[in-house]
Each structure stands twice: as structure tokens, then as C-alpha cells.
């Protein structure tokens, strides 16, 4: 009897749990992904970075599939008739997932696994790209953690049972596989958005390319050269430091327990690593954290966890979230930040705390407008990472960095990007601006401007508003709403 493998943010063939589980219940597995229709409900759906990654990691998803003589069948439309049909095409009885944990689509698995049931399939679901179930991870009064600290304790000190279940060395072709050949109507997934042409030169026309074997070429750079130093090195986005794991982790194409295996493995190996692994494990209890968060307050995409934050006055000027997009603030770290969000649909994690204070603290702005656009820039986009950050940068979040740390965009600059490199980088006009002047081109005397070729308010922009005023404005607004 055949199986239906119905894939989502599981992109991989190592240590795929419903994967492992199809095929020793049957030799027949149809895999099978669904471009499912959008609803204005699903904050998840994909942005248009986020599905020209995911447009890339199914095409080599489905290669590393038919190289082991099976089929990827892909499918656009509703889930539910969808699984339905090819359930009654394939004859199968069974059809199994690993969960997903974004409250839309809870709901909808929820709903599509009770409908399949009373019409006689078998569902299978299993834990998804997650290291622990969100449900099992509580304190002591049996309620959610809202403080990383303790949670991420809690989760150490279980036991990590890691299975590793391996890829297979062949697969069967789905039985329905001739008849999609000859469709006419193949789902055409390639996505370019407009501004994507320099996304592959960071995430193609690289040694690590957008598939699983990329992830896995990426995870072993990154802990052969960069793991020892990570809590050091992590924060200075020019030396480039940090794993660039993000998209890769968000479409499942690495499960976070075979990286948590091979750390643990490093360390047994070396206690050298410990500081530089714990610190990098932490990371991804950050991303547990999130995903963790968003399963218990549903509404952590759109509502401030800290409810005091809902009369926050925030203001909405469009000619400063224009500058802030184009990465034209007149401070450059921030602009440095946006331009390569821009161009490679990914933005240190630094950078990303520095922009998002500076439109919150800085222009006064929602954090949610912030949040949206992230999410359709970054190619890692990913609903609990995305809005947890910015509440957590805010300070309306869980565990939120506190009201009174306004982060100051020149003094970030001076201290994470020292000689400027990553400024000169995505600001070319700056690249001759000496190293005392780049984080605050407004302050240079005019024979140093003039030496750089920047013309002020022509090639490279004044500072839109001025930081220490802005500051002040910020901590009255934020005293004044705790005091509500
Ligand atoms: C405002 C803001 C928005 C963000 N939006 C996203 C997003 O949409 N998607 C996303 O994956 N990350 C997001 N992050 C978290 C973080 O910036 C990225 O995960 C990280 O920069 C990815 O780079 P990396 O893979 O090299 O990280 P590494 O430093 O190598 O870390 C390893 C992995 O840990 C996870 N991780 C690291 N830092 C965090 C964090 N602070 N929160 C949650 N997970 C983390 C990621 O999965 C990452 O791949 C956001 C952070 C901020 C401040």
C-alpha cells in the first residue's frame, strides 16, 4: 500500500522524521509539495525574497529526489482536495507530515487532518523543525516560558535524544509520476522578484549552494573555521562570521537536531569549542525561543506582548520609511544595513538590531511596518524569528531588550565596524571617507568631504533626524507608557 509524504518546511532527506516513517511503512512513497493557496489571514505566507529561496530549494530538492529514482509531485491549490485526489490516484490509505507551528497554519493542519480522517485516510503527524515540541517545554506552575533564560535551561537539560535517520539510497517513482510528466499545466514555481538579480552571488555562485547539501557544506565551514571564535567574531558583520544557516533552517533543509548532534560531537572532541559552541547553541535556542513563542501567543505577529505597548503613539512619516528602506538615513551603518538587505535578501544580525532600533527609537515608527518589510525582503523570513526580534527590539516583547536601551546608530558603527569596511562595502559613495569621519559624515570638515567626493545632501544624505533629540523624544514616550 503507498503513502503520501506531504512536505513543507522539511525540505531534506537526512533526519526527516514522517520521511523516516513513510518508508517503513511502505516501499511506495509519493512525495508531494503543495504551493498552497494564500489567505489574508496567513501572515505566514511567503514574502517575495523568502519564495525566490524556496523557488531554488525545491528545484534541488527535487533533483536530489529523481537522482535517487523517485519523484517529487508538485501541486498548486487547496491542500485539502489536493491530498484528496492524489490520495485516490496513488490508492493510498495513508498520508503523514512533520507539524508545523505558525497558528494559521495549525489551525489548517488541525482542520485538514480531521476532514481526511472522517473520510477514511490515516494522518500521520510528527514533530517539525523543531528540537523539542512547543507543548512539552513548561516551568514549574505547568504555564509557557516567557523569559529565554530559564527556557533555554529547561530545554539543556533535557535529554537530546537524537535519532539520525538517514537518507535513503533509492526511491521507488510515484505510480503517478508519467502522468504529471505530460502535463501541460507543471507548476511553473521559478520567482525572480525585480530587485533578486545579486541574490545568487551570495546564495548560488558560491561553494554552498541553495540545496540540502549546500546546508550541510555550510554547517561544516562554518564550525571548521568559524565556530571557535563565534562570541567573538559574531557581532562585526564585515568579517562575515556567522553560519548564513537562517534560510536554510526556516525551509527545514537542515533539521536544528542534526546541528545541535554535530556540536555536541565537536565538543566531545575538543572542549576548545565549548565557549564558541555554546554561544552558537544559544543562537538556536533563540530560534526555538521564537517559534516557541509564537505557538503560545498566537498574536505575537501583530500585538505587542507587553499590552501597555497598544497606546504607544507611534508616527507614520513616508518619506522617512522611504529613506529608511533605500538605506538613505544619512547614518551609514543603518544605510550599510538596508542596501545589503536590498541587494542579498539577508542582513547581519547586528545590522538587523541596529535598523530596526533606529526605525522604531529613531523615526518613531511600528515596529509591524518594519516587521512586513523584513519579511518580504529577507530570504530567511520566517514569522516567529521576524516579529519576536521586533518586539524584542521594541521592547514589547518577551524578554525585551529594555525600554531605555536606544541603540546609537554612530557609536554601533564605531564599535562593530570599526575601520568601516562593511560601510564602505554597500555605501560605495563613502569608500574614500577616512575611517574618523565614516560613521558620521556630517561631522567631517568640508576639505576632508571634498577629498572623499562626497557631496552632502547630494551624493550621500545629511542625517534625517538628529539622534540625541530623537533619544530624548524616545525615553519620555517609553516612560510615559510604562506609567500607564
Ligand atoms: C529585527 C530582526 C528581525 C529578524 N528576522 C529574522 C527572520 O525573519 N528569520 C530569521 O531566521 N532570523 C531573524 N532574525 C534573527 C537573526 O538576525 C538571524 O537569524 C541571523 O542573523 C541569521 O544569520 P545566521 O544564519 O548567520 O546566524 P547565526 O549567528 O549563524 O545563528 C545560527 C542560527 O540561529 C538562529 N538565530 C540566530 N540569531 C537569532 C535570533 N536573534 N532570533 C532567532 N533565531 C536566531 C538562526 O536560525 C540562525 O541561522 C531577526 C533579528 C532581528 C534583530
Redesign the pocket.
Known amino acids: 500500500m503507498s503513502i503520501i509524504f506531504w512536505l513543507r518546511q522539511d525540505l531534506r532527506l537526512l533526519d526527516n522524521t514522517a520521511l523516516q516513517y513513510a518508508r517503513q511503512k511502505s516501499s511506495d512513497v509519493h512525495f508531494l509539495y503543495i504551493f498552497e493557496e494564500t489567505h489574508e489571514d496567513d501572515l505566514s505566507t511567503k514574502g517575495a525574497a523568502s519564495q525566490w529561496f524556496l523557488s531554488r530549494a525545491l528545484r534541488s530538492f527535487q533533483k536530489n529526489i529523481e537522482d535517487l529514482g523517485g519523484t517529487l509531485l508538485i501541486e498548486k491549490g487547496d491542500p485539502l482536495s489536493i491530498l484528496d485526489s492524489v490520495a485516490k490516484k496513488t490508492r493510498s490509505q495513508t498520508i503523514c507530515w512533520n507539524r508545523r507551528y505558525d497558528p494559521y497554519n495549525v489551525r489548517k493542519d488541525q482542520k485538514i487532518k480531521q476532514t481526511l480522517q472522517e473520510k477514511g485516510i490515516e494522518v500521520k503527524s510528527f514533530k517539525g523543525s523543531v528540537l523539542f515540541e512547543p507543548w512539552e517545554i513548561l516551568n514549574q506552575k505547568g504555564e509557557p516560558f516567557k523569559v529565554f533564560t530559564p527556557f533555554w535551561r529547561h530545554c539543556l537539560a533535557k535529554n537530546f535524544a537524537y535519532t539520525p535517520y538517514l537518507s535513503p539510497s533509492s526511491l521507488k517513482k510515484s505510480s503517478i509520476a508519467l502522468h504529471h510528466a505530460h502535463k501541460k499545466d507543471a507548476v511553473d514555481f521559478s520567482y525572480d522578484p525585480f530587485w533578486s538579480k545579486n541574490f545568487s552571488k551570495v546564495w548560488e555562485d558560491t561553494p554552498f549552494n541553495v540545496s540540502e547539501q549546500g546546508a550541510h557544506e555550510r554547517l561544516d565551514f562554518?564550525l571548521q573555521n568559524?565556530v571557535k571564535d563565534?562570541q567573538k567574531t559574531?557581532d562585526f558583520p564585515a568579517l562575515e562570521s556567522?553560519?548564513?544557516?537562517?534560510?536554510?533552517?526556516?525551509l527545514g533543509m537542515i533539521s536544528?537536531d542534526f546541528?545541535m548532534h554535530r556540536c555536541y560531537q565537536l565538543l566531545s572532541i575538543d572542549s576548545a569549542y565549548a565557549e564558541g559552541i555554546h554561544c552558537?547553541l544559544s543562537?538556536?535556542?533563540?530560534?526555538?525561543?521564537?517559534s516557541y513563542l509564537l505557538y503560545h501567543y498566537p498574536d505575537l505577529p501583530t500585538s505587542p506582548l507587553r499590552k501597555e505597548f497598544l497606546s504607544m503613539p507611534w508616527e507614520d512619516n513616508p518619506s522617512f520609511f522611504d529613506a529608511w528602506k533605500k538605506g538613505q538615513t544619512g547614518y551609514p551603518i543603518v544605510d550599510a544595513g538596508m542596501r545589503q538587505l536590498w541587494q542579498e535578501g539577508?542582513?547581519?544580525?547586528?545590522v538587523?538590531?541596529i535598523?530596526?532600533s533606529f526605525l522604531i527609537k529613531d523615526l518613531f515608527m511600528d515596529?509591524r511596518k518594519?516587521?512586513r518589510w523584513?519579511?518580504d525582503t529577507?530570504v530567511?523570513?520566517?514569522?516567529?524569528?521576524?516579529?519576536?526580534?521586533?518586539q524584542?527590539?521594541a521592547g514589547c516583547g518577551a524578554d525585551a531588550a529594555p525600554y531605555f536601551r536606544v541603540f546609537n546608530p554612530t557609536l554601533q558603527g564605531e564599535k562593530f565596524d570599526p575601520e568601516g569596511h562593511y560601510i564602505k562595502r554597500y555605501v560605495p559613495e563613502l569608500s574614500l571617507m577616512p575611517v574618523r569621519f565614516i560613521h558620521d559624515p556630517s561631522k567631517a570638515p568640508h576639505s576632508i568631504l571634498q577629498k572623499a567626493s562626497v557631496v552632502l545632501g547630494k551624493k550621500y544624505p545629511y542625517p534625517i533626524v538628529d539622534h540625541k533629540m530623537c533619544r530624548q523624544k524616545a525615553l519620555e514616550m517609553f516612560k510615559n507608557l510604562r506609567g500607564k
Open positions: 562554518f568559524h563565534y559574531r556567522t553560519s548564513k544557516l537562517s534560510p536554510y533552517l526556516h536544528p546541528i552558537f543562537e538556536i535556542g533563540w530560534r526555538e525561543f521564537s539577508w542582513m547581519h544580525n547586528r538587523r538590531m535598523v530596526a515596529w518594519g516587521e523584513f519579511f529577507l530567511d523570513a520566517d514569522l516567529a524569528s521576524n516579529s519576536a526580534s521586533w524584542w527590539v
